[in-house]
């Protein structure tokens, strides 16, 4: 079955450093979506990315989807306690398939 | 956004009874909504898609005897973990599908916690 994997599993961060979260997929997915679920919270929605090799801008969060589909990355710049949460990235392999979530990375940023 | 509630948002129940969790999609409607489950640490795992008027589909592994999903209305889930036990113990979330022109979105619910004594 399909499988998305995120790389690193956790990470530990001084504020104002950067973090980046990489997202592959098995398989050729149609779109690809970035969730944030903070520590007993629900995942909430982010953005969603759709055609090959997009690039999307939230302030300090850059969303890429890959030339092929099948991975993506979230890049956050000068990261504050705020981010602190663990990211999922979700694809689907059709628009009309279920949404296969990621293994998550953990963020955790201290002062 | 449209909005997803769950209800309730956490239950302590002993080994044994049941337990019944709500979703409901309140300014939309959703022919198909989505069960998941989370342990600690752990990324959401779908348990079983469900459609209005029909059964749920789960996924490989779920036991569907155990989860009970009724869809009855376009706006409403409900999951019931029957004799549940210890192991049953994670956080269920519920997202709801909304169709929409050039496709569709999933927006999840708060989630429920769920603990078995």
């Known amino acids: 079955g399909q499988q998305v994997m995120q790389i690193p599993q956790y990470q530990h961060v001084q504020e104002g450093e950067d973090f980046t979260t990489y997202c592959n997929s098995s398989?050729?997915?149609?779109?690809i979506q970035w969730y944030k679920q903070r520590p007993g919270g629900h995942p909430v929605f982010l953005i969603q990315?759709?055609?090959?090799?997009e690039v999307k801008k939230q302030k300090r969060l850059t969303f890429q989807f890959g030339e092929a589909k099948k991975n993506s990355s979230l890049h956050i710049t000068a990261t504050q306690t705020t981010d602190v949460g663990t990211y999922f990235c979700?694809?689907?392999?059709?628009?009309?398939?279920?949404?296969?979530f990621g293994t998550g990375t953990r963020l955790q940023v201290t002062l | 956004g449209a909005v997803v509630s769950q209800h309730p948002s956490w239950v302590i129940c002993k080994s044994g009874t049941s337990v019944k969790i709500e979703c409901r999609s309140l300014?939309?409607?959703?022919?198909?909504m989505f069960w998941y489950r989370q342990f600690p640490k752990q990324s959401l795992m779908l348990m079983a898609t469900s459609n209005e008027g029909s059964k749920a589909t789960y996924e490989q592994g779920v036991e569907k005897d155990k989860f009970l999903i009724n869809h009855a209305s376009l706006t409403l889930s409900t999951l019931t973990v029957t004799s549940a036990h210890p192991e049953d113990s994670s956080f269920y979330i519920c997202s709801a599908r909304e169709r929409r022109e050039g496709g569709d979105e999933q927006f999840f619910g708060p989630g429920t916690r769920l603990t078995v004594l």
């Open positions: 979700a694809g689907r392999k059709s628009t009309a398939s279920k949404l296969t």
């Open positions: 300014d939309f409607q959703a022919t198909t």
């Open positions: 398989t050729t997915l149609s779109n």
């Open positions: 990315l759709v055609k090959s090799g």
